[in-house]
């Protein structure tokens, strides 16, 4: 039996769950979403932190938050350069996804979980469900399957820039509000950062994907530091992870009409369309937002019955973010192109923090 959807959304991250919770909203009766973890969220492939303003975006309760944070500090080869005033939440992904889950799930979302999407052709996806294989359709497919969207590549050709990070949640000898930033021409336009939770901190390197060899090495030293300077207790980690982050900008399209009557129109989302900021690296807020405006558009496709509306999309979430991503990606080649003398210059130009 071929279950049949007006929208089925492969990826059940922030950008998928948000354009699942939008289009039910909008009255579309027929979404499903596709999400091969077993658990929500986890494992953690994420610093957790977003801007507070995430939760006028989607639902955000506070037992889905660890801590709040109100500064970022910047430091360059270990010494303190800087302050930015940046209100955020560290989250509990898992908790949140699962939260987002159930909402999605109250709103009449079906929720194909765990379930993996093996293949993809004309309006048809095949999943791999609960130990058998099950084929469903769409009239619309969001693509909302991260970084190494497999949706992505089906239509899009050009390889995405990626930068690669690593993470572990190691134990703090004393909390804080504060978030640390950690700069070095060794990392390019990359960063290392200590996140505090609670009595934990997510501490982690993304260097660009060039610089990946040196990767562990340059972890170490920042862990090392750490632990040298009584912020951590131990350098033995509570849980490890890392992962992409697309680094190059959006990708030039993301709403693709359907070819035929019996293909479905895609539109991509979040890590999947690059709508991850290039600079920072944060990728939630720009997700949930892209996500929830996909979610928006493809209902409104629907029950308009109107596929040339799917357009908007595209433009709705280039005129909110466009620029915000233009600017990220102008920073991070700046970045790369300052000489070691230039760079504590170019860094607070870029970053705009209040020197010390
Ligand atoms: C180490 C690291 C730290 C980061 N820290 C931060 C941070 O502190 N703040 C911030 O804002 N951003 C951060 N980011 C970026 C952020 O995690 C992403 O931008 C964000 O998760 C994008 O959401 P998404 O829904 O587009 O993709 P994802 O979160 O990647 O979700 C995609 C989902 O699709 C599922 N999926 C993929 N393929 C399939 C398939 N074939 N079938 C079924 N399901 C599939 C995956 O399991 C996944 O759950 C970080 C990224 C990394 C790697």
């Not at 699962?98 to 999943?127: E, I, K, Q, R, Y």
């Not at 700069?183 to 505090?196: A, I, L, R």
């Not at 509570?238 to 293909?263: C, H, M, N, Y």
Request: aromatic share 8%; proline share 6%; glycine share 12%.
């Amino acid at each position: 039996m071929i279950e049949r959807f007006d929208v089925a959304i492969v990826g059940g991250g922030p950008a998928g769950l948000s354009a699942a919770i939008a289009a039910a909203e909008k009255g579309c009766r027929s979404v499903a979403v596709v999400e091969r973890k077993r658990q929500w969220g986890r494992p953690v492939q994420c610093a957790e932190m977003a801007p507070k303003l995430l939760g006028q975006i989607v639902p955000l309760d506070r037992s889905a938050t660890v801590q709040a944070v109100g500064e970022l500090h910047f430091w360059l080869d270990f010494k303190p350069v800087g302050r930015l005033h940046a209100p955020a939440w560290m989250l509990d992904r898992p908790r949140w996804e699962a939260a987002l889950a159930g909402h999605a799930a109250a709103l009449g979302v079906a929720l194909f979980h765990p379930a993996t999407v093996l293949a993809m052709s004309g309006n048809g996806l095949l999943l791999s469900y609960g130990g058998v294989w099950r084929e469903i359709e769409a009239r619309i497919i969001i693509g909302a399957d991260g970084p190494q969207s497999l949706v992505r590549r089906l239509r899009i050709e050009t390889p995405i820039e990626f930068a690669l990070a690593v993470q572990e949640v190691l134990p703090l000898t004393q909390g804080s509000e504060a978030a640390d930033l950690f700069f070095s021409p060794d990392y390019g336009s990359g960063y290392g950062w200590c996140f505090p939770r609670g009595g934990e901190a997510n501490i982690g390197l993304a260097l660009p994907w060039e610089r990946r060899r040196r990767l562990r090495e340059l972890f170490r030293r920042l862990t090392d530091y750490l632990q040298r300077e009584g912020r951590i207790a131990s350098v033995r980690p509570i849980r490890r992870s890392g992962g992409l982050i697309p680094v190059g900008g959006p990708v030039a399209q993301t709403v693709f009409a359907a070819a035929d009557k019996e293909a479905a129109a895609m539109l991509l989302a979040g890590d999947a369309a690059g709508q991850c900021h290039p600079l920072s690296g944060a990728g939630i807020l720009t997700a949930c937002a892209c996500g929830r405006l996909a979610g928006e558009v493809a209902a409104r496709a629907m029950t308009e019955k109107s596929p040339a509306g799917l357009a908007e999309y595209e433009t709705a979430w280039r005129d909110l973010y466009g620029g915000y991503l233009h600017r990220g990606l102008k920073g991070r080649q700046k970045i790369m192109a300052a000489d070691p003398e230039q760079f504590a210059t170019v860094l607070q130009d870029v970053w705009r923090f209040r020197s010390l």
